[in-house]
């Protein structure tokens, strides 16, 4: 029997179908357009789901159940997809919805979430009871495993690391706080943090690397200027590495997981990245004196975290 995997974005509808060593087997994808009402975005989900398991050469008859990962918050008990900005999803019932479009048992997580579960039983986690996973990108996202089962909270709404604030009256955060990690450590704060140092540094070779122009600037900018030498572009590296760090040693200290991984784009810098995060940590964790510590590497399935991670809810 095999389970299929459903990832939702507010771009995408991505789908696989998963064998039961995590592989997959056949993949189907569809634009979300959101926002749009949730019974023609489910429509697509299920069109979504044909074309997988007619990609992976079997029928609806060899599927167990169907796992969805969706921005949000998810009420496991209810079924619910209680609130998603991004899909202006609130109060759904997306269980109800789904089960009775594909007739097979369905099941909704969080998306990080469902990621998190994916890197911990098929990726970099090698099966972990204890595991968190991070990923660098827009925000921060994060998913939290701890005995094996996902940390969601009363409300289902648990293990955003990207909102611990880690400067008091920081930046400003999109979820209402000041000072969240999201602020500091995502892709889009390093952009920031790049250009800032830009504006500060004419003759850096940054500017060189963006074609002059500012507004061209990507995650990769400071690294690939510090890598061919360049002062300002590793003080930006170095600055936003002390950032990552201190929000992963807060998660190794409140968490204690066998292993942490870090993905998004930005973890392709691998360990120019996180030799500097594993060696930050390894001075500022509580637990230094300790024989067992947690693993710190990069994220490895990429895109199909989500798939996978979602295909194992069922």
């Known amino acids: 029997m095999f389970k299929v995997g459903v990832d939702l974005g507010g771009t995408n509808i991505a789908v696989g179908v998963v064998d039961e060593k995590y592989n997959i087997v056949g993949k189907g994808k569809v634009k979300t357009n959101a926002p749009r009402p949730a019974e023609e975005i489910f429509a697509d989900i299920k069109k979504a789901i044909d074309l997988a398991v007619e990609d992976a050469g079997i029928t609806m008859n060899e599927v167990e159940s169907v796992g969805v990962g969706t921005p949000g918050s998810v009420n496991q008990d209810t079924g619910m997809i209680e609130f998603s900005n991004n899909l202006a999803f609130n109060n759904v019932p997306a269980k109800k919805m789904l089960e009775e479009l594909t007739g097979k048992p369905c099941y909704f997580e969080n998306d ?76 889009t704060a390093l952009i920031s943090q790049t250009k800032e140092k830009m504006t500060e540094c004419p003759d850096s070779k940054m500017w060189e690397l963006c074609g002059g122009d500012i507004n061209k600037v990507s995650g990769r900018t400071a690294f690939t200027a510090m890598y061919e030498g360049d002062k300002a572009g590793k003080e930006v590296v170095d600055k936003y590495i ?17 292993i942490v991984c870090i993905g998004g784009g930005i973890s392709n810098e691998g360990d120019n990245l996180l030799d500097p995060i594993r060696n930050f940590v390894a001075g500022e964790r509580y637990s230094k004196y300790a024989k067992k510590q947690t693993e710190i590497c990069k994220a490895v399935l990429g895109n199909d975290a989500g798939i996978i991670g979602a295909a194992l809810l069922g």
């Open 112 to 187: 990080a979430n469902a990621a998190a579960l994916g890197e911990a039983y098929a990726g970099a986690g090698h099966g972990a009871k204890n595991f968190v996973a991070v990923t660098l990108g827009t925000g921060v996202g994060s998913g939290i495993i701890v005995d094996g089962k996902v940390v969601s909270g009363i409300n289902f709404a648990g293990g955003e690391m990207g909102h611990t604030v880690i400067v008091v009256d920081g930046k400003q955060c999109n979820c209402g706080r000041k000072g969240c990690w999201e602020q500091y450590a995502s892709a």
């Open 242 to 258: 002390s950032y990552v760090s201190v929000g992963i040693t807060n998660i190794v200290n409140t968490f204690q997981p066998e």
